[in-house]
């Protein structure tokens, strides 16, 4: 098993950024590839970025350009780097692992909330 817990999250004013993380542990070799997803009140669940153990990054179009995502191997943690932050940016983000076999993992979330 994987167990994530994310972490940065906060009250932010518009154009500002927030750096979330998302630390693993367990069974850590068995991930191929980490998202990032967030759920505004209201809304389905939706992917914002992800990226594989080669490096292949995907950005949904309303974050392309403002968000980076990354890992840190020797800590085992995956980042997201969120510029130029907006009001329609304020979620709930959750880290999901996906690993062999259907075996995908979710963290608990944390909270993002932009000010106008």
């Known amino acids: 098993q994987v167990q994530l817990v994310e972490s940065g999250g906060g009250l932010v004013q518009a154009g500002e950024s927030l750096r979330l993380s998302c630390a693993a542990s367990?069974?850590?070799?068995?991930?191929?590839?980490m998202g990032w997803y967030r759920q505004a009140p209201g809304k389905q669940r939706e992917l914002v970025a992800s990226?594989?153990?080669?490096?292949?990054?995907y950005y949904a179009v309303s974050v392309k350009g403002r968000f980076t995502i990354s890992r840190d191997n020797a800590k085992n943690t995956w980042y997201l780097q969120m510029d130029s932050l907006k009001p329609e940016d304020t979620a709930v983000y959750y880290c999901?692992?996906?690993?062999?076999?259907?075996?995908?993992?979710w963290g608990q979330g944390t909270q993002v909330t932009v000010s106008s």
């Open positions: 990226i594989t153990n080669g490096g292949s990054t």
């Open positions: 367990g069974s850590i070799f068995s991930i191929n590839a």
């Open positions: 999901k692992s996906y690993g062999g076999y259907g075996n995908n993992y």
